[in-house]
């Protein structure tokens, strides 16, 4: 398939990975060559640190763009939804960003949408490329690592005052959520990606950080398809950034911990898919047919953007599925709205959740 002309929509800090770690990564693949925000000094500003050829202020004046075939969602999370479906309107396909949007009805219809039109769309979850995980995925589904026991993912990330400066962080209108929705939905999809499905959720959620409207604790106990259990904590209030995730197998343990991270800026808590994982064996045959296994998938040439990037680029020229399908855009959302709902009624929610649940069309509190 041809390079694929894109344009970026919202040049805030996501776009930046977008940019340089995503599309000028892989210039054989991509051509950026619009970048788009509402506030064009920045959009041009954008545009020149990373020689992009034009910059404009209107997203309806990319779209009416017949030399344009892809763009980025890079805009505040209440945008994504009328984004995608104007996107879709006009042809182009779309690479947008999580959370993906505010329920999951809002996602059905995308997912309806999407078997009508030629355009797609495809979610990012850019921490599943990165060959530590792509290893520990490999010995799983090979059945080598055996039943799932047990797993605890933790998200212990530090937001602050200045995190919350920009007008759409904190509030449910335009970030939809907090913790739950911003970062630890990352490692959450992660868990899914290497285990499966949740098949009920019981937990609580808190805000008691930082004097916003959305929630930056929250825990939650998962009870999976496959019988495994788990546990999911996440914080914006820790001053040691961890991101820490436990799989214990009949088999082997696996860890991963990118902690050892005093830095409280964002982005600074580490990448856990990258890195090789701690791999513990239940004995040392096991071990030297899980490490072979392990050691037979090759490294990623690129990681996170650069791979999901190229990936999709791939599924455009193959018709293939993409590598982060709308299914697990909607999945990552039916665990936010099962804790968002078993917070409220300190019941156990049951999944999958379908159009006769109280909070299908969105976790959002009316006012
Ligand atoms: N995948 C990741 O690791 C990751 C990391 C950070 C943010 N994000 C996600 O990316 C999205 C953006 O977050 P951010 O931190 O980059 O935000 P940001 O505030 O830094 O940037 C958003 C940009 O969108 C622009 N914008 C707003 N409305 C617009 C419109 N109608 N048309 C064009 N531009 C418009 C704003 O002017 C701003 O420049 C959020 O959904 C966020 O959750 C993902």
Redesign the pocket.
Known sequence: MARLRAAI?????????HAEDGYQAIPAQFDLAIA????PA??QAFAQRYGIAESC???DEVLARHDIDVVS?????S??FP?VMAALDAGKHVIC???FVSSLALADQIIERQKTCTARVMP????RFGTGIKRVKHVIETGLAGRGYVHAIDTFWKRGPDYYK?A??GKFAT?LGGVL??QSI?MHDLMMYLVGPAAAVAGFKATRVNPIEVEDCAVAALKMEDGSLVSLTATLGSQKQITRMRFCFENVTFEIDTGNIADAT??AAGRPGEPDWVMIPKTPEIGAEIQAAMDSVAPYEEAR?ARQFALFHTALETGGPFPVTLEDARRSLELITAIFHTNETGEAVALPIGPDHPKYHGWVPRR
């Open positions: 929509i919202g040049c805030g800090w996501v776009a930046e990975s788009c925000d509402v506030d920045r959009a202020a209107s997203y969602i890079c805009t505040p999370p945008l994504h984004m960003e999580k959370p990012i979850f850019q921490y920009v759409w962080r970030e929705l911003t990352h964002p982005g953007f």
